[in-house]
């Protein structure tokens, strides 16, 4: 199981609790102002409903990457936003006896706040899995070489990749095929025509892909050699590959190695 990026990291785990006790001040701070609470109630109305969404948050952060249907990230952003806002408001009727009015009236505010917590937090989860540090760069060119040699040199490659959707069968031949970046278990493969999202890992296609058309750019993504336009450096020895069709693709310090090897340049 990949580990919690909260827990691996001391900056992440105290740059996550200063900020959660900001958004909590801040929340109060507008219970207070624009909720028409008084001040002790904002603050434990804040703490209750900014705990559940941190609490949500973290527990998101074992299951992130490996939700790719967006119906499922809508319906989970939903389900959040309700347990907050229950949370909230079951300490309302037990504080004020029975009196929600006020909770009613700032429903609204609690959302956008809420969501707005919630979208903030998945875009820091998406930074962090792309900013992760791959093996190649932390053992060097020498890991770089071993992949190299582990590649079969009698292997029959792929000519085209089967995705199954639903009851329909796509087949992708592969100089449709522009990228494919990793998410969990997954793989989702790019093309002109949209994007598929297959069960398998990016070490099988990196082994059954021809060498000479598909490299591993960086731990997360393979590209089509034929569909990059140039490589730029971005950043200290930070690489960015752009292809033809617009996109520009992160690669890693060993990855822009291999990509000028294969490419003999």
Same mark, same amino acid.
Request: hydrophobic fraction near 45%.
């Given at each position: 199981?990949?580990?919690?990026?909260?827990?691996?990291?001391?900056? =992440?785990?105290?740059?996550?609790?200063?900020?959660?006790?900001?958004?909590?001040?801040?929340?109060?701070?507008?219970?207070?102002?624009?909720? +028409?609470?008084?001040?002790?109630?904002?603050?434990?109305?804040?703490?209750?409903?900014?705990?559940?969404?941190?609490?949500?948050?973290?527990?998101?952060?074992?299951?992130? +990457?490996?939700?790719?249907?967006?119906?499922?990230?809508?319906?989970?952003?939903?389900?959040?936003?309700?347990?907050?806002?229950?949370?909230?408001?079951?300490?309302?009727?037990?504080?004020?006896?029975? =009196?929600? +009015?006020?909770?009613?009236?700032?429903?609204?505010?609690?959302?956008?706040?809420?969501?707005?917590?919630?979208?903030?937090?998945?875009?820091?989860?998406?930074?962090? /899995?792309?900013?992760?540090?791959?093996?190649?760069?932390?053992?060097?060119?020498?890991?770089?070489?071993?992949?190299?040699?582990?590649?079969?040199?009698?292997?029959?490659?792929?000519?085209?990749?089967?995705?199954?959707? +639903?009851? /329909?069968?796509?087949?992708?031949?592969?100089?449709?095929?522009?990228?494919?970046?990793?998410?969990?278990?997954?793989?989702?493969?790019?093309?002109?025509?949209?994007?598929?999202?297959?069960?398998?890992?990016?070490?099988?296609?990196?082994?059954?892909?021809?060498?000479?058309?598909?490299?591993?750019?960086?731990?997360?993504?393979?590209? =089509?050699?034929?569909?990059?336009?140039?490589?730029?450096?971005?950043?200290?020895?930070?690489?960015?590959? /752009?292809?033809?069709?617009?996109?520009?693709?992160?690669?890693?310090?060993?990855?822009?190695?291999?990509?000028?090897?294969?490419?003999?340049?």
């Amino acid at each position: 199981m990949r580990t919690h990026p909260f827990i691996e990291s001391v900056i =992440n785990r105290v740059v996550g609790i200063s900020l959660a006790v900001v958004v909590w001040m801040m929340y109060s701070w507008l219970l207070f102002c624009y909720g +028409g609470e008084g001040i002790w109630m904002a603050c434990l109305d804040g703490l209750v409903s900014v705990g559940l969404l941190a609490v949500a948050g973290f527990l998101y952060g074992y299951v992130d +990457g490996t939700i790719h249907t967006w119906q499922i990230q809508i319906a989970l952003a939903v389900l959040v936003q309700a347990i907050s806002l229950a949370g909230a408001f079951e300490l309302q009727i037990l504080l004020e006896q029975g =009196n929600a +009015g006020d909770f009613m009236d700032s429903v609204s505010l609690r959302l956008v706040l809420g969501i707005l917590c919630w979208i903030i937090l998945l875009q820091w989860y998406r930074m962090n /899995r792309a900013d992760e540090p791959d093996l190649e760069e932390i053992f060097g060119t020498e890991l770089g070489k071993g992949q190299e040699e582990a590649i079969p040199v009698d292997e029959t490659f792929l000519d085209r990749v089967s995705v199954k959707d +639903g009851s /329909r069968i796509h087949i992708i031949h592969l100089e449709e095929l522009l990228y494919m970046q990793a998410g969990g278990d997954y793989v989702t493969l790019f093309t002109p025509g949209g994007q598929y999202v297959k069960e398998q890992t990016m070490k099988y296609f990196e082994t059954h892909l021809p060498p000479a058309l598909f490299v591993r750019i960086h731990r997360s993504c393979i590209v =089509n050699t034929e569909q990059i336009l140039r490589v730029e450096l971005f950043g200290k020895e930070n690489y960015q590959v /752009r292809l033809k069709s617009g996109v520009c693709l992160r690669a890693s310090n060993a990855g822009y190695k291999l990509l000028k090897e294969r490419l003999s340049l």
